[in-house]
């Protein structure tokens, strides 16, 4: 059974930090790209950053270059969000994701999200 468990979200206030944390279990790790999205209140789920296998490659979202690291350790199955000089507009729920996509395979799987709330 695949489980994606992320944690680390909270409450607060511009410009202060918080690193999200997502544990994988019951898949190869190694695999799979692993991202993060975000969905606002009201708002479609968007894609905040993404980090190929063996982390050879990583993207961003325009609104969050400079202030995000993604990362991940292959070893622990673990992929992390380092996010800093939060903004209101950061406030969201966080969403882990696993996909390894083959030509006639798709594997992707999603965690349960974690809480982030950045408000003065």
């Known amino acids: 059974q695949v489980q994606l468990v992320e944690s680390g979200g909270g409450l607060v206030q511009p410009g202060e930090t918080l690193r999200l944390t997502c544990v994988a279990s019951g898949l190869s790790f190694s695999n799979y790209v692993m991202s993060w999205y975000r969905q606002a209140p009201g708002k479609e789920r968007e894609l905040v950053a993404a980090?190929?296998?063996?982390?050879?490659?990583?993207n961003y979202a325009d609104s969050v270059k400079g202030r995000f690291t993604i990362s991940r350790d292959d070893a622990e199955k673990t992929v992390f969000l380092q996010m800093n000089l939060l903004k209101p507009e950061d406030t969201a729920v966080y969403y882990c994701?696993?996909?390894?996509?083959?030509?006639?395979?798709?594997?992707?799987?999603w965690g349960q999200g974690t809480h982030v709330t950045v408000s003065s």
């Open positions: 980090i190929a296998r063996r982390g050879t490659t990583v």
């Open positions: 994701n696993a996909l390894w996509a083959l030509p006639g395979r798709r594997d992707e799987y």
